[in-house]
């Protein structure tokens, strides 16, 4: 791999978005496709992100800055992207379930899936089924990821897979991912999820695996 595209890994790494964002350009001016400069630069760098973190060698104030500037590299690379049509990993629709106002977790999820290549559509906190339902309805994604840290807002995952049941076989077009402090795998296969993650890295995992 070149070494502009390692030292940009390493740089986004350590959350020096400026740098980052610099290094994109320079690697494009220098010829390099966008895709080599995602998957080798930023997706490599936010890979390593997520294995640290995973281990504990990392911890969030850091991953939300790499994740920050693994932002300022994707604003450089995404018009370009979508251009010469780059194929994303997958589309993701993500969001805090009804009832719910954390965001943090989530965000810090949705983060990783964009680092990792997921073309990811928040749809916030507090989300309805019916929102969900409207959102797999317009966007088609492969994924619908649900995060909750309220033990009374868990409820709100079962209520969006029936509304997704419900929705003339939307169900069977998505895999469901549940995720948050209270939720549990048990829980996951209870209400009939596909998957369950524990963390931010996890749940990149598990979409990659999910969509083979
Ligand atoms: Co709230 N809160 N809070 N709170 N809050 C908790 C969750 C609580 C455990 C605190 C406590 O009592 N010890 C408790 C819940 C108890 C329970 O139900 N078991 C609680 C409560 C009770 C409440 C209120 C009801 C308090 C009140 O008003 N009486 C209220 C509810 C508001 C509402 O939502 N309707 C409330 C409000 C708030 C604030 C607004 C003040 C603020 C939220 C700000 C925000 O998010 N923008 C807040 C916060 C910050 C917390 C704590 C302190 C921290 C949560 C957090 O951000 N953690 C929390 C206590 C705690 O956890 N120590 C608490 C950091 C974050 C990175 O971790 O969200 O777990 P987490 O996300 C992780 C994983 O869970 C996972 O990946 C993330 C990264 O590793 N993950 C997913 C999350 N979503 C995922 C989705 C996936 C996969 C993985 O796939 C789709």
Redesign the pocket.
């Known amino acids: 791999m070149p070494d502009l595209l390692q030292e940009m890994a390493q740089k986004l790494y350590q959350g020096d978005k400026e740098t980052v964002a610099g290094m994109v350009q320079q690697a494009l001016d220098q010829g390099m496709s966008p895709k080599e400069i995602l998957s080798g630069g930023l997706v490599a760098g936010m890979d390593q992100v997520g294995r640290d973190f995973r281990a504990d060698e990392l911890f ?1 104030p850091e991953v939300l800055v790499a994740a920050q500037a693994m932002h300022a590299g994707m604003n450089v690379l995404r018009p370009l992207l979508a251009e010469t049509g780059v194929e994303m990993m997958g589309k993701y629709v ?1 969001g805090t379930v009804k ?8 965000n ?2 949705k983060m990783m899936l964009e680092g990792a290549g997921f073309e990811v559509t928040d749809l916030g906190t507090d989300v309805a089924p019916e929102t969900f339902v409207e959102a797999v309805r317009e966007h088609k994604p492969h994924l619908v ?3 909750a ?5 868990m409820p709100g995952m079962k209520e969006t897979i029936e509304a997704l049941e419900e929705a003339g076989g939307l169900r069977s077009t998505v895999k469901v ?6 939720v549990t795998a048990a829980f996951a296969e209870e209400i009939g999820a596909d998957a369950y ?4 890295a996890s ?1 990149v995992e598990v979409a990659r695996h999910l969509l083979g």
């Open positions: 969030i993500i009832g719910d106002l954390h965001d943090i977790g989530k810090l999820v990821g649900m995060s840290l309220l033990t009374t807002t991912i549940v995720g948050g402090a209270p993650a524990s963390d931010a749940a």
